[in-house]
């Protein structure tokens, strides 16, 4: 009996090491998610997943964890009896990319814990030490990971369009990505006081101006992330 117990030991640990090694040493950094041709960046540069030779494990905004069985000697691996974390997310950005984006990709049926998900994967050598993974399902949609964070830079920037300017009764603020929504706008003058203030919740965005005097104002928008200034004429 005990012969046969140290012979299924040996069994899975030369199961475990037929993999590729470098998926389990790292924790992968998501960067870039491709569904459909279209990029998806994510709004922040801690999302993303590890491995053992049994569990996945991703992070967004919550988490997710799944049992994983993979081919012997080959780059294929299936996910099933997804479990998520009974938290609450406080990033709505990120919880938005999480529930349309980046779980659905990993449980294609998000919210049904049995089904099954089948994958391929990639890694590769990158300059300067750093490794990528790419992930990809059978769904024709890709993951891309790196084994080291990248800077808030390199994700998903703000920008914002305001228009009319010079403007009278009010301004159209128009985000140039879905993800700045939940953003906050404030008003200076030229003296940096602020005179108005309000909470961006869609990506064109009106608020009225009447009640500003004539003159020269600084719109901020303000994400989580970053910010960004532009300057407006009120008549």
């Known amino acids: 009996m005990k012969k046969i117990y140290l012979i299924l030991l040996i069994s899975l640990a030369n199961f475990s090491y037929s993999q590729d090694s470098r998926l389990f040493d790292n924790y992968w950094y998501l960067t870039n998610f491709i569904e459909n041709g279209v990029t998806n960046i994510p709004p922040t540069s801690t999302m993303g997943i590890s491995f053992n030779s049994q569990m996945l494990y991703a992070h967004a905004c919550l988490d997710l964890s799944a049992n994983v069985t993979f081919e012997n000697n080959v780059t294929n691996f299936s996910a099933t009896n997804f479990s998520y974390c009974l938290c609450i997310c406080t990033y709505p950005p990120a919880e938005a990319y999480e529930n349309n984006k980046y779980f659905p990709f990993l449980n294609h049926l998000n919210g049904n814990p049995s089904t099954t998900s089948n994958f391929t994967y990639t890694i590769a050598e990158l300059q300067g030490g750093a490794k990528s993974l790419i992930i990809n399902s059978e769904f024709n949609s890709q993951a891309i990971y790196s084994s080291v964070p990248l800077s808030n830079a390199n994700f998903?920037?703000?920008?914002?369009?305001?228009?009319?300017?010079?403007?009278?009764?009010?301004?159209?603020?128009?985000?140039?990505?879905?993800?700045?929504?939940?953003?906050l706008v404030e008003f200076y003058n030229e003296i940096g006081i602020i005179c108005k203030s309000d909470k961006i919740t869609t990506t064109n965005y009106k608020i009225e101006t009447k009640d500003l005097a004539s003159g020269v104002y600084f719109v901020k928008i303000k994400t989580i992330n970053e910010t960004l200034v532009k300057k407006l004429i009120k008549e």
């Open 156 to 183: 998903e920037k703000i920008d914002f369009s305001i228009y009319p300017n010079p403007t009278q009764d009010y301004v159209t603020i128009q985000l140039i990505n879905e993800y700045s929504t939940d953003a």
